[in-house]
């Protein structure tokens, strides 16, 4: 499996890995797309996901990401289709969670915000790597920012997609769950996740140079 440091450019049709990432992916998508919870509102989940997938597909032949990376981004597609299968508000780990928690709400959007960080913190460090040539100290300071800041744009998306199409249910829509920080407090999971991520990353690169 290749890795950020020994990644190349292969052409897709040479890329037997990320071509059965492909093929799971599309298992996953179809296996969520059945009989979810609300179908309108899995197709808004998967709105900000599909314009994900449709830049990784653009600028692969400028920066085609190691095995790891697209491993790594195909385990938070599988928790986005799970929690966009139940609107988010009723997954199941999260009902499971309210007894763990003694609470009400159901916290699967928070697991799959911090996910978020800790999973696709290690592609956007690849990135920096790689295209920028960004070393040292910065390579593991700005992929949190970068992270951070995608968190941002996408409770913005999220409810100005939620504000213009169900203008009724916006509150539904975007899980807050009664909750007023709910925004705040997915996007702190991330960049915890993110930070937990190059720690872990950081020390996995000092235990190999030993």
Not at 25 to 46: C, K, S
Not at 92 to 108: A, C, F, I, S
Not at 131 to 151: D, H, I, N, T
């Amino acid at each position: 499996m290749t890795t950020a440091t020994t990644a190349g450019y292969p052409a897709f049709r040479d890329n037997r890995f990320l071509q059965g990432i492909c093929i799971a992916g599309l298992l996953v998508l179809l296996i969520a797309a059945y009989r979810p919870d609300q179908m309108f509102d899995f197709l808004l989940e998967n709105g900000t996901m599909s314009i994900f997938v449709v830049l990784l597909i653009c600028t692969y032949r400028l920066l085609p990401f190691s095995d790891l990376s697209y491993l790594l981004l195909f385990l938070f597609f599988c928790m986005h289709e799970w929690g966009a299968h139940y609107k988010y508000t009723d997954v199941p780990l999260g009902e499971w969670m309210k007894t763990w928690l003694h609470t009400n709400r159901n916290h699967y959007d928070r697991v799959a915000h911090f996910a978020f960080g800790l999973l696709i913190v290690y592609p956007v460090q690849e990135m920096f790597m790689r295209k920028a040539r960004v070393a040292g100290g910065w390579r593991y300071f700005l992929p949190v920012e970068f992270v951070l800041a995608l968190s941002a744009i996408y409770e913005m998306l999220e409810a100005m997609m939620a504000h213009i199409l169900t203008p009724q249910r916006t509150e539904e829509f975007v899980g807050m769950q009664g909750d007023l920080w709910d925004s705040q407090k997915d996007m702190f999971d991330a960049g915890l996740g993110a930070l937990i991520g190059v720690i872990l990353i950081w020390v996995g690169r000092r235990y190999r140079t030993r």
